[in-house]
């Protein structure tokens, strides 16, 4: 067909005045849900992070064992070692135990500690880190009772307490983040909506012209829906090109605060592809919003 | 949707008692008139005694207040949107002011009817260039509407309405913006249309034209619409 004859649209809601508010809100609705988008996701992996770290470990320390002068005796707390170690080793639902040598925990202490001071010399406990097969066979408290008759220096730490502390701020923290996704969803929503249904008040002649000739609801919302659908995937690029820097820079900070507790905060590829798809997302989240908002105008205007 | 097409004894448009207005006023009321298929019509009274609203009726973009419309056998009170719309699809409308669509080129503005019955564009193209041709504007074709002049508006406002052959073709005042020589083709063209099986009902307040041609009146006065058939030859 002759490229003069390329159909052009009978309600075109791009050509409207309104048309570049609806831009330019869009494009700043679309910014903010990828920001906060990839906020989630962050969250999502910091936490399952947490959760694999944590969960599949516990640690059981032995305090160590002093003498008639409260000097520290190696041999003997070393005797108390193996005997935890042994045991721990025979508890059902426990993949492995080894324990942790005064250079490990030399490189865990010097971040309080520093460099100078000789650990050796401290009364630290030992160490054992015990990896597990699942979580839940374990009973702790069996393992405990048992820990105590051999000595009563061992103690189990299973880190779910100061973990539970931790997870209940990131739920809250994600809950929140989801809220804001949710309401600029909503929000979005609610702008196509009313934009819609200014546009049918503007177009009504065009609207009745097209009824009269025979036209289905149908036919009139394909055509709100495609120029809808336009608007929907530009913001989304528009959103994305800014979202994205932003996006890099509060990761490169959070890096740089050097917080153990952020690792795993990172966006995995999964959530990039996720994030680089907003802009079809935006497309039919457009789409279907004013199709179906023109559908029930129509429904009640004639 | 009743297949009407195989009961030609049935009229095309039937109204019984039926009232029409706007706001919870009746323009026109108690209504009765029959219209056959492959009629021609006109439909006359003096400016604002409901010529426009009774068309607009007919056309089905009005819903009688009281009374039963049936076009093409189908009561329009118990018609749902959607069938509504089809049947609008077998109604063609000539209106005064031509109401195109603008911003729309004249090619577009012809192809409307067909796009909205989901033709393919191939057969879109061949009907319209070839009705383009007819009304002698095929060197227009990529035109907007808005830069015609008012015949060429009129010309490509009746392509519109004819293009998806329609059973019934309703023109308000066609002739009323036109000079005497374009009114005579026009009436012309209507002529030729009702022969091939069109009904025709034309709104018109211009007397000499519904004396010049010898076909049915609806003439509304005081409210309502009376029935004057054709003198008969001699």
Sequence with gaps: MDKELIRKNEITVEDEDTSLFMYVLSSIYMYLFVVVLAMVMAIHAMVNNWEKDIVGAITVQVSPVEDANKKIDKEKTEQQVNKVLQYMENVSGVKSVHVLDDKNIEKLMTPWLGTKIDIATLPIPKLLDVQLDTDESLNYDEITQGLHKLTPNASIDNHRLWLNKLLKFAGSLNTLALAVLIMVIAICAFSIYYSARTSLNININSIEILHIIGAQDDYIARQYARSYGKIGFFAGVIGLMFAVPSIIIIGKYGISTGSGLLNGAGLSPFSWVLIMITPIFSYFYARITAYYTVRKSLEKMC | ?234
């Design chain 2, 1 to 234: 949707m009743s297949d009407f097409a195989t009961n030609a004894q049935q009229p095309i448009i039937d109204m019984q008692n039926v009232a029409v207005g706007y706001d919870g006023t009746d323009v026109l009321s108690n209504i009765h008139l029959s219209l056959q298929p492959g009629s021609f019509s006109f439909v006359t009274g003096r400016s604002g005694s409901g010529k426009t609203t009774l068309l607009s009726m007919l056309y089905l973009i009005k819903k009688p207040s009281k009374g039963i419309l049936n076009v093409f056998g189908n009561n329009i009170n118990f018609t749902n949107r959607q069938n509504l719309a089809l049947l609008r699809q077998r109604i063609g409308v000539v209106f005064q002011d031509f109401r195109l669509l603008e911003h729309l080129s004249v090619y577009d503005n012809i192809a409307l009817p067909l796009r909205v019955r989901g033709m393919n564009e191939k057969e879109v193209s061949r009907r319209v260039m070839e009705l383009l041709k007819w009304i002698e504007m095929h060197r227009s074709v990529y035109q907007l509407c808005s830069t015609l002049s008012g015949g060429e508006k009129q010309r490509v406002a009746i392509a519109r309405a004819v293009i998806n052959r329609p059973d019934i073709l309703f023109a308000d005042e066609p002739t009323g913006s036109v000079d005497a020589e374009i009114a005579e083709k026009l009436m012309r063209l209507f002529v030729e249309l009702n022969k091939v099986g069109t009904t025709v009902v034309i709104a018109t307040h211009n007397e000499q034209l519904t004396s010049e041609y010898n076909f049915q009146r609806i003439e509304l006065s005081s409210g309502t619409a009376k029935l004057y058939p054709a003198l008969q030859k001699i």
